[in-house]
């Protein structure tokens, strides 16, 4: 159990594309996902939180209009990466936290992660 | 604020060998404690974690760590090393379920034959 899937798993695009992320829960309900970001041989930077059917809070230096989070659904949020650029290239991560249902509420469950290139 | 630090980015060990990754946090409440491993282009799997409970944590793949709350540590161990234990290991902190993970820097670790 606890599965989370990342779709897709790899993107090329081109600069000035938007690219959206899709992070799912497959087998329990997310009341928050967590969108990481990790740049080669480094760890994960914490983007921003989304919580279902609520804005999402940003990091500090995080661009909100660029990295537009929806949280549409318990087992569905979505990352979308509007003009991407160059710089833009990383790999993407989210992770989801399980509802009051579900025993573990205190573990954070991880996507594969998107590798996102743009050219 | 939190804070976690990995000591050493890169540990290299022999088969069979003893397996010592180091994790120091910063904490201004009890902490959460978690590891994580990742392979080559993939995302993070669980190892196991602390939430206030056993000192001594036991989780997947033969590793464990401890809680030492007057060291501010929590190491992750496993007797013996693997070929396929070689990965990307993470030590993270939360103050809470809800609240996001902070990492380290990470240590990658390699492991001869």
């Known amino acids: 159990g606890a599965v989370v899937s990342q779709h897709p798993s790899w993107v090329i695009c081109k600069s000035g594309t938007s690219v959206k992320i899709e992070c799912r829960s497959l087998?329990?309900?997310?009341?928050?996902m967590f969108w990481y970001r990790q740049f080669p041989k480094q760890s994960l930077m914490l983007m921003a939180t989304?919580?279902?059917?609520?804005?999402?809070?940003?990091e500090q230096g995080v661009e909100k209009d660029k990295f537009l989070i929806n949280h549409a659904s318990l087992t569905l949020s979505t990352l979308t990466v509007t003009s991407a650029h160059p710089e833009d290239s990383s790999f993407y991560i989210c992770?989801?936290?399980?509802?009051?249902?579900?025993?573990?509420?205190?573990?954070?469950?991880f996507g594969p992660g998107t590798r996102l290139t743009v050219l | 604020a939190q804070s976690v630090t990995q000591l050493g980015s890169h540990v290299s060990v022999s088969e069979g060998a003893l397996v010592l990754l180091r994790c120091n946090y910063s904490?201004?409440?009890?902490?959460?404690l978690f590891w994580y491993v990742q392979y080559p282009n993939q995302g993070l799997q669980l190892l196991l974690k602390?939430?206030?409970?056993?000192?001594l944590v036991k989780g997947i793949n033969g590793f464990e760590a401890e809680f030492k709350k007057s060291e501010t540590s929590f190491h992750l161990t496993k007797p013996s090393a693997h070929m396929s234990d070689a990965a990307e290991y993470f030590c993270?902190?939360?103050?809470?379920?809800?609240?996001?993970?902070?990492f380290g820097k990470g240590t990658r670790l390699s492991v001869i034959a």
């Open positions: 904490s201004s409440v009890p902490p959460y």
């Open positions: 602390y939430t206030s409970a056993a000192t």
């Open positions: 992770s989801a936290r399980a509802s009051k249902k579900w025993r573990e509420t205190d573990t954070q469950y």
């Open positions: 087998d329990f309900q997310a009341t928050t």
């Open positions: 993270a902190v939360s103050l809470s379920g809800n609240t996001p993970l902070v």
């Open positions: 989304s919580n279902e059917g609520s804005k999402a809070t940003y």
